[in-house]
């Protein structure tokens, strides 16, 4: 309604690039009136939520066959991510059946890519936060097979991260890692907090504050629900927060600050 009164009122006033001033002002206003001040369409959200799930567990497939097996600890991992998201029984199914799709040695995952980009390919943090399930996901068996690692790369590069950035990512998620509640403290743990955040000794306190809240801020749930994240994923985003936040609390701790 006030894309048209705009498009009008703009080209009576000022002409063609009035109107189309007009135009592009009143779908801002209608896009309010229907999805509220957020502008967030909750369409395009449940479209979000499935083509993530669906490229998740089929990328979880194909990483746990890239070694040539999949192992009893991958199976394990995707059955407790089923449980953590609370599952329902017809949709374990899908998402078994996802993850078999992924791990058949002819499936090529190109088309899954696309389709995830064409959808969320607008979604830093969603394309962050997927990207770190399933680096998460190659380690279930004690390690990164060359094969995964292969393969994470190539998903890195088709959701747009750069080499540089996603051997960084790599190297916070397994640091991370050993922040996780139940993981015991060891010598090397301050060592291993700089890695985490992806800073060094030599960062300076500031770069370092700079740095644990751009990392938090990409598991915020407001942000993650608004850029399309499932409901049942954001406990799993808040427990990937407190890993970062034990990080960054033992690197305060030693610097006094």
């Avoid at 500031?206 to 740095?211: D, G, L, P, T, V």
């Amino acid at each position: 309604m006030f894309k048209l009164i705009g498009f009008v009122a703009g080209f009576y006033f000022f002409g063609f690039f009035g109107a189309l001033l007009g135009l592009f002002l009143g779908s801002i206003i209608d896009r309010t009136r229907a999805y509220g001040a957020g502008g967030i369409n909750p369409l395009q959200n449940a479209l979000r939520q499935s083509v993530f799930l669906e490229t998740m567990f089929i990328s979880m497939g194909k990483l746990a066959k890239a070694d040539g097996q999949v192992s009893p600890d991958e199976i394990a991992h995707a059955e407790l991510l089923m449980d953590k998201l609370g599952m329902t029984a017809g949709h374990r199914v899908q998402a078994i059946a996802l993850f078999k799709q992924g791990a058949d040695p002819a499936f090529a995952i190109e088309s899954t890519y696309a389709k995830f980009m064409s959808v969320c390919g607008r979604t830093r943090h969603l394309k962050h936060v997927l990207l770190v399930y399933l680096i998460a996901m190659a380690t279930a068996d004690g390690g990164i097979h060359p094969a995964e690692e292969a393969l994470l790369a190539d998903i890195a590069r088709r959701i747009g991260f750069d080499q540089a950035t996603f051997r960084q990512l790599i190297e916070m998620v397994l640091n991370q890692a050993h922040f996780a509640p139940g993981q015991p403290s060891t010598e090397g743990a301050l060592d291993d907090a700089y890695k985490a955040l992806g800073v060094t000794k030599d960062n300076t306190d500031q770069e370092i504050k700079r740095a644990y809240r751009k990392l938090i801020s990409q598991y915020h749930p407001d942000k993650l629900i608004g850029q399309g994240l499932p409901e049942d994923m954001i406990a799993l985003a808040s427990e990937k927060a407190k890993e970062i936040q034990l990080a960054h609390d033992l690197i305060e701790k030693h610097r006094n600050i």
